[in-house]
Nanobody
């Protein structure tokens, strides 16, 4: 079994910064993609940033130039550095990991989410 746990959310003023972390643990052979999503009240969950095992990244247009995704493959951990935060960034942020288990089967795992609130 695999667990995915996010941390680092909180309350910050507009213009401030936060760093989210997401660590995966369990019967992991390899982790392919690791992504950050967010869901604001009354809205659909949306992809914020994605990173492949090789380090290629992709960002939503709304966060380009402000957010940076990175990962530490040795620690099975992905990070999201969020700068110049805006009130519209307020949401629950979720981590998703595409995990290859020791059985060589591949599954998608979600974390429980971490709240980010940006005050104006």
């Amino acid at each position: 079994q695999v667990q995915v746990v996010e941390s680092g959310g909180g309350l910050v003023q507009a213009g401030g910064s936060l760093r989210l972390s997401c660590a995966a643990s369990g019967n992991i052979f390899r982790i392919n993609g690791m992504d950050w999503y967010r869901q604001a009240p009354g809205k659909q969950r949306e992809l914020v940033a994605a990173i492949t095992s090789g380090g290629s990244t992709n960002y939503a247009d709304s966060v380009k130039g402000r957010f940076t995704i990175s990962r530490d493959n040795a620690k099975n951990t992905v990070y999201l550095q969020m700068n110049s935060l805006k009130p519209e960034d307020t949401a629950v942020y979720y981590c998703n990991a595409l995990v290859v288990l020791t059985t060589l089967s591949e599954y998608s795992y979600w974390g429980q989410g971490t709240q980010v609130t940006v005050s104006s």
